[in-house]
């Protein structure tokens, strides 16, 4: 067993802090006071590659792997919470997606643009009615000739309004129950698509959320991915690495809490000596970094796993859950270490906390994880592998 990142996988991490320190961190508080989508960095990250990181190289992208990855948004998330939620949801949930399940034809139309960043994607399964419960979705889809008319509506779907195309889960069959999903490619531009106004949020104000709405909205049959009702194993398989990828922001976003709360306990002084020299702030931090630490290698044991090609349900699950709660306990002791100050924005602890409340919901929350982990202790416990 090796802890250490590969040569290759360090200058990467070094390459993206550098970029993410000089280009993205000092937008953090304009994008949050301003609800504005960071369109010019994404631009710059495209360039870097970062966009196409999970994409094959004959497509476009870097071919890079998902402990890569996790590398690459921990230092995003660490700069700027909103930004690496925009990039999750292009690079990840679609490009990633999009790669391991597209056709040759589907890849090569569409991969090398998302990975360049000509376009950007996003995933729409969320429903109104259908959350947690994804499986019981509702948008229809029925083929007619050799197009696909779209009905229904999604919502929640982060970078809705700035992408050009979206991978849509929609029903197939509406007596098959999770058997019964597929899914699509759809051009945002393709008529009987809309865009809801971007919802107004707690934080993650950098990353725009909306609702969908498709009405008899005709997709090219050719846009179906994988075939009709094929859904279920497209979204399954694609988890683990959604999950542990989603980890690995809330490894940056508690990493930046800490930092913060790290320099201004030695530069606060009261009652005539720096806060970190009274204990109950000092054990802040000590366990904040233990638990910081403790995330970082539950998501990057998930991704080595991932990489090996490993279901690992259990194990991207403690990843989420645990990185994603230590996220938020890490912020939230921030606050309580600056004291009044951060409570005040100027200190942007405060919005840390906001960006971070997110994590335990968004991609399953918190609830969600802890019924997959039983669900699958039990599994192991009646002989299933472990891995
Ligand atoms: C900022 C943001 C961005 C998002 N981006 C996307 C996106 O890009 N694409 C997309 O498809 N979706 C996206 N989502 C949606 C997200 O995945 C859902 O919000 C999440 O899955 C929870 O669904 P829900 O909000 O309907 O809550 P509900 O499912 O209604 O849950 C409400 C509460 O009930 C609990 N609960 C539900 N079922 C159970 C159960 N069986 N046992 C115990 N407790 C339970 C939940 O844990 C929660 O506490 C986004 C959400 C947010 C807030």
Same mark, same amino acid.
């Given at each position: 067993m090796d802890f250490r990142l590969s040569e290759e996988q360090r200058e990467m991490q070094a390459m993206v802090r550098r970029f993410a320190q000089t280009e993205i961190a000092p937008l953090a508080r304009q994008l949050d006071e301003e609800e504005r989508f960071p369109a010019e960095t994404f631009h710059k990250m495209g360039e870097l590659g970062l966009l196409g990181l999970l994409v094959p190289e004959e497509y476009g992208g870097v071919g890079g792997d998902v402990l890569t990855m996790c590398v690459v948004t921990e230092e995003i998330a660490y700069a700027c919470s909103s930004t690496a939620l925009s990039f999750l949801a292009h690079a990840t949930l679609c490009c990633h997606n999009l790669a391991c399940n597209g056709s040759h034809e589907q890849k090569a139309k569409y991969l090398p643009d998302l990975a360049s960043g000509k376009v950007l994607g996003g995933i729409a399964m969320t429903e109104p009615g259908a959350g947690s419960d994804a499986l019981g979705l509702q948008t229809s889809a029925v083929r007619v000739g050799d197009e696909y008319v779209l009905n229904g509506s999604k919502t929640f779907i982060t970078n809705a309004s700035v992408a050009g195309e979206l991978l849509v889960y929609a029903r197939t069959d509406k007596d098959a129950g999770p058997r019964g999903l597929s899914q699509f490619i759809v051009e945002m531009d393709t008529p009987g698509v809309s865009v809801g106004k971007p919802f107004k949020k707690m934080g993650m104000r950098g990353s725009p959320t909306s609702e969908v709405f498709f009405e008899d909205c005709r997709v090219p +049959? +050719? /846009?179906?991915? *994988?075939?009709? /009702? *094929?859904a279920l194993g497209i979204l399954l398989g694609g988890l683990d690495v959604e999950r542990t990828v989603g980890a690995a922001m809330g490894v940056g976003g508690g990493r930046a809490a800490l930092d913060r709360s790290l320099k201004y306990a030695q530069e606060r002084t009261q009652f005539g000596q720096p806060i970190i020299m009274f204990e109950m702030v000092a054990e802040k931090l000590a366990d904040m970094a233990m638990n910081i630490e403790a995330a970082r290698l539950l998501t990057q044991k998930a991704a080595v796993l991932c990489d090996a090609g490993v279901r690992c349900s259990a194990e991207a699950s403690y990843a989420k859950l645990f990185a994603t709660e230590s996220c938020q306990k890490a912020c939230n002791d921030a606050i309580q270490i600056f004291g009044g100050y951060g409570y005040m924005q100027e200190y942007e602890v405060e919005r840390m906390l906001r960006d971070a409340r997110v994590g335990t919901i968004g991609g399953g929350t918190s609830e969600i994880q802890r019924l997959i982990i039983v669900k699958e202790l039990v599994k192991r416990s009646m002989g299933g592998t472990q891995p």
């Open positions: +049959a +050719a /846009n179906l991915v *994988q075939g009709e /009702n *094929q």
